[in-house]
């Protein structure tokens, strides 16, 4: 028998129509349903047994259906919540998910969303259902809080720090990775917000569906749409297959938005369309797909600042912050750079496949007296050029470029064969256009695809020569790591040791 096949549910409306139109379909789905029609009668029948869900409508002749969630919340009671809401309700919808919904529909609802919400209800239920059926049908007895999945023991373990802030910050991802609240993780750069992210996904019952990072700074402007919801063949100039979107290929899974704030306007009210109606329609498609997506967003951006200076949509901003977390800048959790400096050193020397040498007590008092305005990231390119740079098997301060009183170099090297040209290492060099000869290729008949085909020939070139380490090619090419995830994605390139989408991989 399936998880699902042996739950019980209960619906709370007032509509006999709907009430029945629930039941029939979760009872086609091989649940047990029962049903009220009020607050009172709802109070009557979880006073009787457990459940595993509740459905309830807000609006309730007796008062609000938020009211239950909150009895449930108060108490040691396990059902997971699901609240209707009317149409376009922003603050009932969020707010439900403040008292600890698990999750929430819009009317008129979508029966493929309700037995979709329902099943992720199941699924996020920890304690495997087969033990729960076997309590006795009036016990209230809370479910043990089962610690999360190995990958989410992995996720947090990789979250190094033993700050308060730190240890504050992976209790609550535990506690939030299971419903379907969207997260919204701010900090500095370099803070760790991506590893939030992964780690809330790696500690939700959607740890073994996909988790795909998209940096929505990156993408160019007309090409976003249609890199979000997909496009069908033809539907713009270049498109020359069906593509799926982020949030089709996030499906099950979670979809990380970072750089949240450097979404332009009006993709940003497409998104919220999408968050609102959990559709997406691809470019040139007429049906809209339905998605199942928990949505993590992340900046590190003022986005408060951004909403009153009218560059950031206030409704988004209250849609996707439902849940906050802060990701500690390091200058404010010193004590644990000594712990980060060594499992940096740790993870570094594994992917290189080298011994990992000591830090010296002089080395270390050198890193901690550095300011890091770029956090971990920071950290880990002075530790990464330390070890390209040291001579014996003891970090000592001259391992990092000291000099005696310069400020170090936070990037590594160019490469010995990179153009340096005037501005700096890191810019973009134009590549001077070969002069025009007599066998010339006519001009393309499809410029997109032309254009695809020089830069993954490029971006090909780069990372061969860089032994496929992204973080180099990308210093080659005068990109980031993160636009170079994106256009390697896009391309669909294969780098060896790269596990998927805007996956980090051991080569960097
Ligand atoms: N607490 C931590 N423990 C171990 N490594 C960390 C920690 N925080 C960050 N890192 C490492 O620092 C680097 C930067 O982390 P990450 O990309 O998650 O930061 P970010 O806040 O998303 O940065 P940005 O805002 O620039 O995108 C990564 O290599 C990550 O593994």
Redesign the pocket.
Known sequence: MSVAASASILVVDDEPDLRTLYELTLLREGHAVTTAADLAQARECLAQQRYDVLITDMQLPDGLGLTLLRDIADSPRTEKCIVITAFGSAENAVESLKAGAFDYLTKPVDLRQLRSAVGSALRSQRAPLAAASERPATSNEPTRSAPPPPSGVRALA????QAPS?VQTKARIEKVATSMAPVLIL?E???????VARAVHECSHRASGPFVAVNCGAIPENLIEAEFFGARKGAYTGASADREGYFQAAHGGTLFL??IGDLPLSMQAKLLRAIQERRVRSLGAVQEDVVDVRLVS?T?RDLPALVQAGQFRQDLYYRLNVIGLR?PALRDRPEDLPL?AQ??LERLCAEAGQAVPELSPAALAWLQARELPGN??EL?NLLQRALALASGPVLQPADFGETGDTEPATLPDPLPDAPVPAGGPYRFVPLTPPAASADEPALPSDLQSYLDEQERQVLLKALQECGYNRTAAAARLGLNL?QIRYRIQRLGIVVPGATGHGDTDATD
């Open positions: 990789r979250l190094v720090g730190i900090g750069s370099g803070t760790g917000k991506e590893l970072d750089e992340a590190h990701t980060l499992a940096l971990v990231r880990e993160r």
